[in-house]
């Protein structure tokens, strides 16, 4: 089944404990990203990338890194986790064109204390 | 800042109503305006696309309208079902070469309830 996977799907963690969020694609997608989703604000993305190691910054990208080492994982990272980035976080894939829509993985929700 | 607008936050329509969502963009350079569809618990999911080239589409009940002197596109829902009930998003992107191209900017998001 072609699917975007997170794991995980759900965490609590504590401010300053590093962590990251796993994104993997089956579909051989070149282009894959990264959304965080908040109330009343809608998605915004965090990073993208194109392909392999190429990797660019989205609109709120401060405190995360991200790399793409494979085509199919897109990992999310998260140096020290602040209690604003609890939120919906999304990741989604696209074929080789970002404009031909996206498919979305199945969120995964953070709560940083 | 948020480069597109949504409008109206929450919407709550009869079964056989035609709820209306509209937006509005600031960026000149975006070419291509998608619509999301997220229901409960799950990732949004493309619903229907347009690009400026059209002022109009339409795929089964989802009809969007698009006016590109007035930077606006709106979602229409036809015969609108208690199954349409969901989050609606709009977005927009830029056209290949151009400083948008690969970003998605998303509005903030529509709550629909069709009510039986």
């Known amino acids: 089944e072609a699917q975007v996977t997170q794991n995980p799907r759900y965490l609590i963690t504590v401010t300053g404990k590093k962590l990251t969020v796993t994104c993997s694609q089956n579909m051989n997608h070149e282009y894959m990203s990264w959304y965080r989703q908040d109330p009343g604000l809608g998605l915004r993305q965090i990073y993208y990338s194109m392909n392999v190691e190429v990797t660019d910054k989205g609109d709120v990208p401060e405190g995360y890194k991200v790399s793409r080492k494979e085509k199919r994982n897109f990992p999310l990272i998260l140096e020290s986790p602040s209690p604003n980035q609890t939120s919906l976080y999304f990741c989604?894939?696209?074929?080789?064109?970002?404009?031909?829509?996206?498919?979305f993985g199945p969120g995964t929700r953070l709560t940083v204390t | 800042q948020q480069q597109v607008k949504q409008s109206p936050q929450s919407l709550i329509v009869q079964k056989g109503g035609i709820p209306i969502i509209n937006c509005a963009y600031e960026?000149?350079?975006?070419?291509?305006f998608p619509w999301y569809q997220q229901f409960p618990g799950k990732g949004p999911a493309l619903l229907i696309a347009i690009r400026p080239d059209v002022s109009e589409k339409k795929e089964g009940r989802f009809t969007i309208s698009f006016n590109k002197s007035a930077k606006q596109f709106s979602l229409h829902i036809m015969d609108s079902q208690p199954g349409d009930s969901a989050t609606y998003f709009c977005?927009?992107?830029?056209?290949?070469?151009?400083?948008?191209?690969?970003?998605?900017?998303f509005g903030q998001g529509t709550i629909l309830t069709v009510h039986p």
């Open positions: 977005a927009a992107s830029g056209e290949a070469g151009g400083t948008s191209y690969g970003k998605l900017t």
């Open positions: 960026n000149t350079a975006f070419d291509y």
């Open positions: 989604a894939s696209s074929p080789g064109n970002p404009t031909s829509g996206q498919y």
